[in-house]
């Protein structure tokens, strides 16, 4: 009997047990194969296989041939480099044939992956699966000299350059609520880069990822010239969208999204930026890139160029003469050229002191694998791979850099005050955008599309850009956090440098600029529209504006108190953008995107909007799903406390509940590139009429006086 109940029991555990693993394998299949499916259906993505035109096999023979013109290539160009001071042409031609020849010289032109190709039988390159032949595994090096090894593709996967966002802690943001972004004690949310030197706030790259604009440029009449345009030309992905799989609790990126990553923008010497431009397949649009043989023979160690490939487009701006990757628009669907600059300090030897003393963006932005660290202090929502990690001036120059100066005691003694780009960012390029909006377009004959219309530009102090204390802490919306060391509670940017522009040749510029404005839309009230644009806060009813000043008092000024405050330069902008009111707080409303096509070609900005928000990830986000996942968080972040308004603001067509805004306050994007060697005087600021806004600083009247009238006759020139 008790053998027989053993047996039975014996069969009822092998029955369950293999229930078990039946309903485990269903799950696994599930997620497999069916999950991405229904992902894909839902957010309404494209995954098919990727192909690049220009990924060609050759020959051994034409190997060979590309091998040797390579080679000749990258030698004539370093030899050219190091005796450009020789005048006469034929002892430089003499001088560099000599240096092209030496042992030295041939070991460090040499592309050490010719080699690598050649042993290997490789004779045609196609992406990242030939990168993953040699290097599926990666060494890492951590800040602690600590080393790992890791998985190469999903290191690369799981980086902001690829993913641009992170549910992880470690922003140094802090929500209107008060509380630290994905900090300790918040539910996490996938947050990164909310742009908003863009018509596309960061979250909805996915509405103008590749987009091809018919323009009909003054120089071509009667012709369409098809244009490329779209947030995926400065990220490494590339495929028809961002990898929205990243936002998600679950779910990995499809493998055809993963081998369109772009390894050789990153990694190779010679890249043809002629092949980043949108092309239309039977999967929709995205951005094409170089994936021939040449450019991946000349893989090396990342350069200041590999960088500013796409970094500058942010820095120095697509006008900047001396962007490099500006100058080749594309073969095909050429490149939209951006007019005004974002932060408008480029870096470049012309530009910036360490630029031209050849010092590498890697030499301070120290990677692990491909986690890049940006620094400590950052005041906007930007994603951070290694947050722990410094990068500052002080990482090379210490506390007490003017050790050569004939007044170093007085200059290293304003470090505990002013950072030193303070000092060292003396301009901005002249087409820095202050004010742009975004809501009445206007032609340009040049590119034939109508372009945001850019209300004030500056490169100057105190008008494009300011000076705030900071202490390494942001808002969701960028607005620099800190606080005079002297603990003055009347010193609130969020209510004064941030929210008004009073200076006199700004505010002229703005209205000239607006009575221009008017003569394509008459309907602009002139004194209205500069009051709305100087002065953002006057768009809050006085409800509204009481609630933002107890939000401040009461949930940043103990971000403001943290650590150690000093003065910053900060590139200052705003936007005129449509809002969704229903999800409207203190600090502003959810910003609705744009489709491009619609907007560069028509003019028509409400209807850009209207055909933006018909996508299928907008649509998704009004829904519960959404709702419940991160919007209700993210607008508890955006000081809007009562949660996410799901109402779909599109009924029948028309917009509803949407309104054109500026912003209801300005960005202050961190300004740390664009450093010059010669930097402000000291009459500069210790003058009544300085640069140095001391009483909106917060300092007390009689300090302000002292501080404007320092006596610095005697003290000279300083270098």
Same mark, same amino acid.
């Given at each position: 009997?008790?053998?027989?109940? *053993?047996?039975?029991?014996?069969?009822?555990?092998?029955?369950?047990?293999?229930?078990?693993?039946?309903?485990?394998?269903?799950?696994?299949?599930?997620?497999?194969?069916?999950?991405?499916?229904?992902?894909?259906?839902?957010?309404?993505?494209?995954?098919?296989?990727?192909?690049? #035109?220009?990924?060609?096999?050759?020959?051994?023979?034409?190997?060979?041939?590309?091998?040797?013109?390579?080679?000749?290539?990258?030698?004539?160009?370093?030899?050219?480099?190091?005796?450009?001071?020789?005048?006469?042409?034929?002892?430089?031609?003499?001088?560099?044939?000599?240096? &092209?020849?030496?042992?030295?010289?041939?070991?460090?032109?040499?592309?050490?992956?010719?080699?690598?190709?050649?042993?290997?039988?490789?004779?045609?390159?196609?992406?990242?699966?030939?990168?993953?032949?040699?290097?599926?595994?990666?060494?890492?090096?951590?800040?602690?000299?600590?080393?790992?090894?890791?998985?190469?593709?999903?290191?690369?996967?799981?980086?902001?350059?690829? /993913?641009?966002?992170?549910?992880?802690?470690?922003?140094?943001? $802090?929500?209107?609520?008060?509380?630290?972004?994905?900090?300790?004690?918040?539910?996490?949310?996938?947050? +990164?880069?909310?742009?908003?030197?863009?018509?596309?706030?960061? *979250?909805?790259?996915?509405?103008?990822?590749?987009?091809?604009?018919?323009?009909?440029?003054?120089? /071509?009449?009667?012709?369409?010239?098809?244009?490329?345009?779209?947030?995926?030309?400065?990220?490494?992905?590339?495929?028809?969208?961002?990898?929205?799989?990243?936002?998600?609790?679950? @779910?990995?990126?499809?493998?055809?999204?993963?081998?369109?990553?772009?390894?050789?923008?990153?990694?190779? #010497?010679?890249?043809?930026?002629?092949?980043?431009?949108?092309?239309?397949?039977?999967?929709?649009?995205?951005?094409? =890139?170089?994936?021939?043989?040449?450019?991946?023979?000349?893989?090396?160690?990342?350069?200041?160029?590999?960088?500013?490939?796409?970094?500058?487009?942010? &820095? +120095?701006?697509? #006008?900047?003469?001396?962007?490099?990757?500006?100058?080749?628009?594309?073969?095909?669907?050429?490149?939209?050229?951006?007019?005004?600059? /974002?932060?408008?300090?480029?870096? *470049?030897?012309?530009?910036?002191?360490?630029?031209?003393?050849?010092?590498?963006?890697?030499?301070?932005?120290?990677?692990?694998?491909?986690?890049?660290?940006?620094?400590?202090?950052?005041?906007?929502?930007?994603?951070?791979?290694?947050?722990?990690?410094?990068?500052?001036?002080?990482?090379?120059?210490?506390?007490?850099?003017?050790?050569?100066?004939?007044?170093?005691?007085?200059?290293?003694?304003?470090?505990?005050?002013?950072?030193?780009?303070?000092?060292?960012?003396?301009?901005?390029?002249?087409?820095?955008?202050?004010?742009?909006?975004?809501?009445?377009?206007?032609?340009?004959?040049?590119?034939?599309?109508?372009?945001?219309?850019?209300?004030?530009?500056?490169?100057?102090?105190? /008008?494009?850009?300011?000076?705030?204390?900071?202490?390494?802490? @942001?808002?969701?919306?960028?607005?620099?956090?800190?606080?005079?060391?002297?603990?003055?509670?009347?010193?609130?940017?969020?209510?004064?440098?941030?929210?008004?522009?009073?200076?006199?040749?700004?505010?002229?510029?703005?209205?000239?600029?607006?009575?221009?404005?008017?003569?394509?839309?008459?309907?602009?009230?002139?004194?209205?529209?500069?009051?709305?644009?100087?002065?953002?806060?006057?768009?809050?009813?006085?409800? &509204?504006?009481?609630?933002? =000043?107890?939000?401040?008092?009461?949930?940043?000024?103990?971000?403001?108190?943290?650590?150690?405050?000093?003065?910053?330069?900060?590139?200052?902008?705003?936007?005129?953008? $449509?809002?969704?009111?229903?999800?409207?707080?203190?600090? @502003?409303?959810?910003?609705?995107?744009?489709?491009?096509?619609?907007? $560069?070609?028509?003019?028509?900005?409400?209807?850009?909007?209207?055909?933006?928000?018909?996508?299928?990830?907008?649509?998704?986000?009004?829904?519960?799903?959404? %709702?419940?996942?991160?919007?209700?968080?993210?607008?508890?972040?955006?000081?809007?406390?009562?949660?996410?308004?799901?109402? $779909?603001?599109?009924?029948?067509?028309?917009?509803?509940?949407?309104?054109?805004?500026?912003?209801?306050?300005?960005?202050?994007?961190?300004?740390?590139?664009?450093?010059? %060697?010669?930097?402000?005087?000291?009459?500069?600021?210790?003058?009544?009429?300085?640069?140095?806004?001391?009483?909106?600083?917060?300092?007390?009247?009689?300090?302000?006086?002292?501080?404007?009238?320092?006596?610095?006759?005697?003290?000279?020139?300083?270098?």
């Amino acid at each position: 009997m008790t053998g027989s109940l *053993s047996h039975v029991l014996s069969k009822a555990a092998r029955k369950r047990l293999l229930i078990g693993l039946a309903v485990l394998l269903t799950l696994w299949l599930a997620y497999q194969f069916l999950y991405p499916v229904l992902f894909q259906w839902y957010v309404g993505e494209s995954n098919p296989r990727l192909s690049f #035109a220009s990924s060609q096999e050759v020959s051994p023979e034409e190997f060979e041939t590309l091998a040797r013109s390579l080679t000749l290539a990258a030698r004539e160009a370093k030899a050219a480099e190091q005796v450009s001071d020789q005048q006469d042409p034929f002892a430089r031609q003499v001088k560099m044939e000599i240096l &092209m020849n030496t042992d030295s010289f041939l070991r460090d032109t040499d592309y050490p992956h010719i080699k690598y190709f050649r042993d290997a039988g490789i004779r045609r390159y196609a992406g990242p699966e030939t990168c993953l032949r040699c290097h599926a595994r990666m060494p890492v090096e951590h800040g602690d000299g600590s080393r790992t090894e890791v998985d190469t593709l999903q290191n690369l996967v799981d980086s902001v350059h690829f /993913k641009f966002q992170s549910d992880s802690g470690g922003f140094s943001t $802090y929500g209107y609520d008060g509380r630290q972004v994905n900090g300790p004690g918040s539910r996490k949310i996938p947050v +990164g880069k909310i742009n908003r030197a863009c018509g596309i706030p960061g *979250s909805f790259s996915w509405t103008g990822w590749a987009a091809l604009v018919k323009s009909r440029p003054e120089d /071509k009449p009667g012709e369409v010239e098809l244009r490329s345009e779209g947030c995926g030309q400065c990220h490494i992905g590339g495929n028809y969208q961002p990898a929205t799989e990243t936002m998600m609790p679950v @779910g990995d990126v499809p493998t055809n999204a993963k081998e369109g990553i772009d390894c050789l923008i990153c990694h190779a #010497a010679q890249y043809d930026m002629n092949q980043r431009y949108v092309i239309q397949d039977q999967g929709g649009r995205r951005w094409n =890139q170089d994936r021939s043989l040449a450019a991946a023979l000349t893989v090396k160690p990342v350069t200041n160029a590999n960088c500013l490939r796409c970094h500058q487009h942010n &820095m +120095g701006g697509d #006008a900047y003469v001396h962007n490099q990757a500006a100058q080749a628009l594309g073969h095909e669907n050429r490149r939209l050229l951006h007019r005004g600059a /974002k932060r408008g300090n480029p870096f *470049s030897p012309e530009d910036d002191v360490h630029a031209a003393a050849k010092i590498q963006c890697t030499d301070c932005h120290v990677p692990e694998g491909h986690r890049i660290p940006r620094g400590r202090k950052g005041v906007d929502l930007v994603a951070n791979d290694l947050p722990g990690k410094e990068v500052s001036c002080e990482s090379c120059h210490s506390r007490a850099p003017h050790n050569n100066a004939d007044y170093k005691a007085l200059l290293n003694g304003h470090i505990a005050r002013l950072a030193c780009e303070t000092c060292h960012i003396k301009s901005l390029q002249d087409n820095n955008v202050v004010l742009r909006d975004w809501v009445h377009p206007t032609w340009d004959a040049e590119e034939g599309i109508f372009i945001p219309t850019d209300i004030y530009r500056s490169g100057q102090a105190g /008008k494009g850009f300011i000076y705030l204390w900071f202490n390494g802490n @942001g808002t969701f919306l960028a607005n620099a956090l800190g606080n005079n060391p002297n603990g003055a509670i009347d010193y609130n940017p969020l209510m004064n440098q941030l929210v008004r522009i009073t200076d006199p040749e700004a505010l002229a510029a703005v209205r000239a600029n607006v009575e221009e404005l008017k003569k394509a839309y008459p309907n602009i009230d002139v004194g209205a529209y500069v009051t709305m644009a100087t002065e953002p806060l006057s768009q809050l009813a006085p409800a &509204m504006l009481a609630r933002r =000043q107890e939000m401040i008092q009461q949930n940043l000024r103990r971000a403001m108190n943290e650590g150690e405050s000093r003065i910053y330069p900060f590139k200052v902008f705003n936007a005129m953008m $449509y809002e969704d009111m229903g999800n409207q707080g203190p600090f @502003g409303a959810m910003i609705l995107p744009f489709d491009y096509a619609t907007y $560069y070609e028509s003019g028509d900005s409400a209807a850009a909007v209207i055909q933006s928000i018909k996508d299928p990830i907008v649509v998704r986000m009004y829904q519960t799903p959404f %709702k419940l996942y991160m919007m209700d968080e993210f607008m508890s972040y955006f000081g809007v406390t009562q949660g996410w308004d799901a109402r $779909y603001p599109l009924v029948d067509g028309k917009l509803v509940n949407v309104e054109p805004h500026w912003m209801r306050q300005m960005g202050s994007l961190m300004i740390n590139h664009g450093i010059k %060697k010669d930097a402000w005087q000291c009459a500069d600021c210790h003058a009544p009429n300085g640069i140095m806004d001391y009483a909106g600083l917060g300092y007390t009247p009689e300090r302000v006086v002292e501080l404007q009238n320092l006596d610095v006759s005697q003290i000279g020139e300083i270098k």
